[in-house]
């Protein structure tokens, strides 16, 4: 290889991506889970023209979806290519950003009252739109916005062969008792949205029918949500928010408060995150929302490599990997005590029973079924390199898994080309 690279996976997914190292750009090609490929970092970035990612004043499309922003750089609409449906009403426009009056009755710092909406602000002012570079392989659009004592730097970003548009967001926040999200009206109806938590996920009411509902307006949530109906839907992604709410096909997200105590500067200053509008066919389950959403927190990690220094590594190794999209491999680490037992964690994701196979890339030598701080509750099922169990839905169940030794010293070679790469 004249210019080898280290794509390092560590989510449960395969994933196929664009790429840049050494201030080029290419496909990765398939990387396996929980594992690693070497590629040719300077082969040509070749792509069928349909794949291409292209860009206009204020568009931006590739195979997946099309985006058209208006110019104070709300989304004017989004279109999901294979149903050909616009999710964004008419009269309506997504990535609005609103900002609220925010001063809760008892903590300021904790608690967000539903008379926040009282008093609220949409800012659709003309944004400043900057140069960006695009090639085929990414697309890019960014704009400025200013309100109050702060400002918002925003690229809009979008990858060949993804199905999420990405909103890179620097915030400079100056504000005091506002609260600052970002919505996305839709055209979809349904009673209820979805919320990723850890190990899990959870439904709640998209309406205000009794004082039940009414009293829910703001979710805890993780990775994601989604609104869908049978055949179609939509999801917010987000790299580190924790507060989303769904009202009538509204999906938002909480991006900034300011509270002054305990802390008087809490969230002041430079703030950085990115959230994705993901458009999709089916639910969010049949979708790859789950997969997605675990793409945008966990990036691939991209090695230069010196030439020669791949020395006796495969070219592509997976070292544990679950057979089934819903049973999610969440951990894989050393054991506490030092033995240097694998200890794997994994969940079941899609509230549904069934067998599971997980694969390890070496025999296994013992395994075991344990408790989360790792203690032994019995012996695991396994044959060759392959654990097998039963998991139930949202069950979490985590093995102390050991290798035979010859297993054991391949491994410590491969990692070590991690660490020295």
Request: charged share 30%.
């Amino acid at each position: 290889m004249k210019s080898p690279a280290l794509l390092l996976n560590t989510s449960s997914f395969e994933r196929n991506e664009a790429v840049e190292a050494a201030g080029k750009e290419r496909m990765s090609g398939t990387i396996p889970p929980n594992g690693y490929k070497i590629i040719d970092i300077a082969a040509p970035a070749k792509i069928a023209r349909e794949q291409e990612v292209k860009t206009a004043a204020r568009g931006i499309e590739n195979e997946f979806i099309k985006a058209h922003f208006d110019e104070s750089g709300r989304l004017k609409s989004l279109v999901e290519k294979k149903s050909g449906r616009n999710i964004i009403p008419k009269g309506y426009y997504g990535n609005e950003f609103q900002i609220f009056e925010d001063y809760p009755n008892t903590y300021d710092a904790w608690d967000i009252d539903i008379h926040f909406e009282e008093k609220k602000e949409v800012l659709s002012e003309k944004a400043e739109w900057l140069k960006t570079s695009s090639s085929p392989l990414r697309g890019q659009l960014k704009f400025r916005k200013r309100f109050g004592k702060s400002e918002i730097i925003q690229t809009v970003e979008l990858r060949s062969g993804s199905p999420r548009l990405d909103f890179i967001t620097e915030i400079e926040w100056r504000e005091r008792h506002k609260l600052l999200k970002v919505a996305f009206p839709t055209d979809i109806r349904a009673d209820k949205a979805t919320f990723d938590i850890q190990f899990g996920n959870v439904e709640r009411n998209a309406h205000d029918n009794t004082s039940w509902d009414l009293a829910m307006f703001e979710v805890p949530a993780h990775k994601w949500a989604d609104i869908s109906e049978t055949d179609f839907g939509f999801a917010l992604l987000n790299d580190c928010k924790y507060g989303y709410d769904c009202k009538h096909g509204v999906l938002r997200l909480s991006v900034l408060r300011a509270p002054t105590a305990p802390d008087l500067f809490a969230d002041q200053g430079n703030n950085s995150f990115i959230y994705s509008a993901m458009p999709h066919s089916g639910d969010f389950r049949n979708a790859g929302v789950v997969k997605e959403a675990h793409f945008l927190n966990m990036p691939l990690i991209v090695r230069q490599l010196k030439t020669g220094q791949k020395g006796q590594m495969p070219p592509e190794l997976s070292f544990v990997r679950s057979n089934s999209e819903n049973i999610i491999i969440d951990t894989a680490k050393l054991a506490e005590d030092g033995s240097g037992d694998m200890i794997i964690r994994a969940c079941e994701y899609f509230k549904k029973s069934g067998e599971a196979v997980i694969s390890f890339a070496y025999p296994i030598e013992s395994a075991l079924e344990t408790d989360m701080l790792e203690r032994r509750i019995g012996v695991a099922k396994f044959a060759g390199k392959c654990l097998k169990t039963a998991f139930k839905p949202f069950e979490i169940k985590t093995f102390r898994v050991r290798i035979h030794e010859t297993a054991r010293k391949n491994r410590k070679k491969h990692s070590g080309a991690f660490i020295s790469g």
